[in-house]
C-alpha cells in the first residue's frame, strides 16, 4: 500500500511563492501518476496539476497554468508543486494523490486516484 504526505503548506501574502512536497511511502505495485488537488472552504476538491509516472507529461488547470510548476524527483520518491505568484483564491487545502496503472498518462479526475495524502492548509493573504 501507498501512503501519500504532503508538507510546505503556510500562510503567505499575495505575490510569494511556496513548494509544496508530496512524499510516496510503501510498495506501489503498478506504475502510477500522481496528482495535486485543492479544495477551498465550501468548494468542490479541483484538479490542480499532475505528473505521469515517466515524467514526460504535465497537465495544469487553467488557473494556474504559468504560475504553478510539478516535478518529480524519483530516487526521492517525492514530487514537488511549485507555487510562484500567489493569489488569495489559491489559498486551500492541497492533496497530492496517485493514480495507478499507468505510466504515460495524467489522470485529472479525483476519483480515478487510489491513495490520498491528508493535505497541507495554504493561505495567501491579500
Known amino acids: 500500500q501507498l501512503h501519500m504526505q504532503e508538507s510546505g503548506g503556510g500562510l503567505v501574502q499575495a505575490g510569494d511563492s511556496l513548494r509544496l512536497s508530496c512524499t510516496a511511502s510503501?510498495?506501489?505495485?503498478?506504475?502510477?501518476?500522481t496528482g495535486w488537488f485543492r479544495q477551498a472552504p465550501g468548494k468542490e476538491r479541483e484538479f490542480v496539476a499532475g505528473?505521469?509516472?515517466?515524467?514526460?507529461?504535465?497537465d495544469y488547470a487553467d488557473s494556474v497554468k504559468g504560475r504553478f510548476t510539478i516535478s518529480r524527483d524519483i530516487d526521492k520518491n517525492t514530487v514537488y508543486l511549485q507555487m510562484n505568484s500567489l493569489k488569495p483564491e489559491d489559498t486551500a487545502v492541497y492533496f497530492c494523490?496517485?493514480?495507478?496503472?499507468?505510466?504515460?498518462?495524467?489522470?485529472?479526475?479525483?476519483?480515478?486516484?487510489?491513495?490520498w495524502g491528508p493535505g497541507t492548509q495554504v493561505t495567501v493573504s491579500s
Open positions: 510503501g510498495r506501489a505495485t503498478t506504475p502510477y501518476s
Open positions: 505528473i505521469a509516472y515517466s515524467g514526460g507529461n504535465t
Open positions: 494523490a496517485a493514480a495507478f496503472g499507468t505510466t504515460t498518462a495524467v489522470i485529472v479526475a479525483d476519483f480515478g486516484h487510489d491513495s
